[in-house]
């Protein structure tokens, strides 16, 4: 009966410690991954604004303006596909628990989408810049995998709010 004892008892302790590990594993990945993703956010709001600010020169300025704010938003774009990268190489490296491996591709897949997009719509923007006119079907597969990006971003988002409660971040 002791041996029967003993053996439920360190079973029971192996499973909680199997438990704290996973708990552990998931706040650590977290507290990686959450930086990583407002530098993403940040990186998006700021190429958002620099678009905004084009598309605004564009209806109202003059071409001084446009061209100027077109020149903004190529530099932005040059930046946010360096800043994407950056992030991208960053979330592969992190150490991926199982529990999480759904949404880490989910934001492999978006980061490497949201790279293609800002990549296409910077060679569009470079060749306005340049020759005074772009391939039309690159800046709409650009703008096209950049809603892909964001559709993809929105799913990682509810993903992430779901391992944040199983950590006990959130």
């Known amino acids: 009966m002791r041996i029967l004892i003993v053996l439920v008892m360190t079973l029971c302790l192996a499973l909680s410690c199997g438990q704290d590990q996973t708990t552990q594993e998931l706040e650590s990945y977290c507290q990686d991954a959450l930086p990583i993703m407002e ?37 932005t774009l040059v930046w946010a596909v360096n800043r994407v990268d950056s992030t991208l190489l960053d979330f592969k490296k992190l150490i991926t628990p199982s529990e999480v491996r759904e949404f880490h591709s989910l934001m492999i897949e978006g980061l490497t989408t949201e790279q293609a997009g800002l990549t296409k719509q910077l060679s569009y923007y470079s060749s306005v810049l340049r020759y005074g006119y772009g391939d039309d079907k690159e800046l709409d597969d650009g703008n096209r995998l950049l809603g892909q990006a964001v559709s993809i971003w929105l799913q990682a988002q509810y993903e992430f709010e779901d391992i944040l409660e199983k950590a006990g971040i959130k």
């Open 39 to 75: 530098q993403y956010t940040e990186t998006t709001d700021t190429t958002n604004q620099a678009n905004r600010a084009f598309l605004y020169a564009y209806a109202y300025g003059s071409m001084e303006q446009v061209y100027e704010a077109l020149t903004i938003y190529k530099d």
